[in-house]
């Protein structure tokens, strides 16, 4: 008789037994992971349906307010006191306002677009310079050691901190002592100061930039200011220009320093105050003065509007794109 060999044939039962056990063990893996998985994208979907819905919200708490002033610009004001929230029932008024309204602002003899002009100058102008002056305070600071360098870096922190309440009278009273009460060019040149928050989010960007790109100018032959305009300041672009596009912003709608330090020279902000404080209802000369006031609101929006649009894409842009060959 043959010999039957049962060891090898219980390791091949052995061997079928643990693939069937290994094969059910991978298939209720399987369905574990698949529940799991679904139990996963099923809190996803409800995070990303809560946050959607917040977003929206939020979007609409910001939009609705530009929305609400377009709508009213359109009225007639009584059209305005009987239905606020609604749309103009008289569209005969519709361009009425917005043509009418630049001829009732009105300052010290300056017209609407000798504001308009004195809004450019003082948002573009005085920024620039204030950029200019924050870019060459903050580069040697980033860039170079030499003595001093914790002391210049403190004075920025310490004018951080300063309460601009307290620094109010002395600013002015140093104002008129230089003479730039009413004195544009002189104004202008105050600007040229970067020891502020300007200048301490520059040196942080500066600091970051790969010191290899300054060594290689530097061996080319470059000199100090033609490494910090052809070869720092380029990869910190983005920075410029989100501080530059924030900070016009700001100062389109500063009226405060018209007021005080530039009362001849009005800008589109204080123009558009001074008609708020006479477009009440009832006022005899300008009876419709709160449509053109909402109206003139837009027209004044419109250049930081479309300025921010303009420059986004490059605000949002990473060029911190690495260059170096070695």
């Known amino acids: 008789m043959a010999k039957i060999d049962f060891s090898s044939r219980f390791n091949i039962f052995k061997e079928k037994v643990n693939d069937k056990i290994a094969a059910h063990k991978l298939k209720k893996n399987y369905h574990k992971n698949k529940g799991g998985m679904a139990k996963e994208q099923k809190s996803?979907?409800?995070?990303?349906?809560?946050?959607?819905?917040?977003?929206?919200?939020?979007s609409f708490l910001c939009i609705y307010p530009l929305f609400w002033t377009l709508m009213n610009s359109f009225k007639h004001v009584t059209d305005y006191l009987t239905n606020f929230n609604g749309l103009p029932t008289n569209w005969d008024w519709a361009l009425k306002n917005?043509?009418?309204?630049?001829g009732f602002m009105m300052w010290r003899g300056n017209g609407f677009w000798t504001m308009a002009f004195n809004s450019v100058w003082f948002a573009f102008g005085t920024q620039f310079l204030n950029i200019l002056a924050s870019i060459l305070v903050a580069y040697p600071l980033a860039r170079y050691n030499f003595p001093g360098k914790k002391f210049f870096y403190g004075i920025i922190i310490f004018r951080i901190i300063i309460p601009i309440i307290g620094t109010g009278s002395t600013g002015y009273k140093l104002q008129r002592a230089l003479g730039m009460i009413n004195n544009p060019p002189v104004y202008l040149l105050g600007a040229f100061?970067?020891?502020?928050?300007?200048a301490l989010?520059?040196?942080?960007?500066?600091k970051a930039v790969d010191r290899g790109y300054s060594e290689a100018a530097f061996i080319d032959g470059a000199t100090t200011l033609q490494?910090?305009?052809?070869v720092v300041l380029p990869q910190a672009f983005p920075c410029v220009i989100a501080l530059?596009?924030?900070?016009?912003?700001g100062q389109w709608n500063n009226y405060q320093a018209f007021m005080i330090s530039l009362p001849n020279y009005p800008n589109l902000?204080?123009?558009i105050y001074e008609l708020q404080q006479n477009s009440n209802f009832g006022n005899a000369t300008n009876p419709n003065g709160k449509a053109m006031y909402f109206a003139v609101c837009i027209m004044s929006a419109a250049v930081p509007m479309v300025l921010f649009t303009a420059a986004q894409k490059t605000m949002l842009t990473n060029m911190s794109i690495g260059g170096l060959k070695g």
């Open 98 to 102: 917005w043509i009418d309204a630049p």
């Open 201 to 206: 989010i520059m040196y942080g960007y500066m």
């Open 227 to 230: 490494t910090l305009f052809q």
């Open 244 to 249: 530059y596009v924030s900070a016009v912003m």
């Open 193 to 198: 100061q970067g020891f502020d928050m300007n």
């Open 44 to 58: 996803k979907t409800v995070f990303f349906t809560i946050y959607m819905f917040l977003f929206l919200f939020q």
């Open 269 to 271: 902000a204080l123009g």
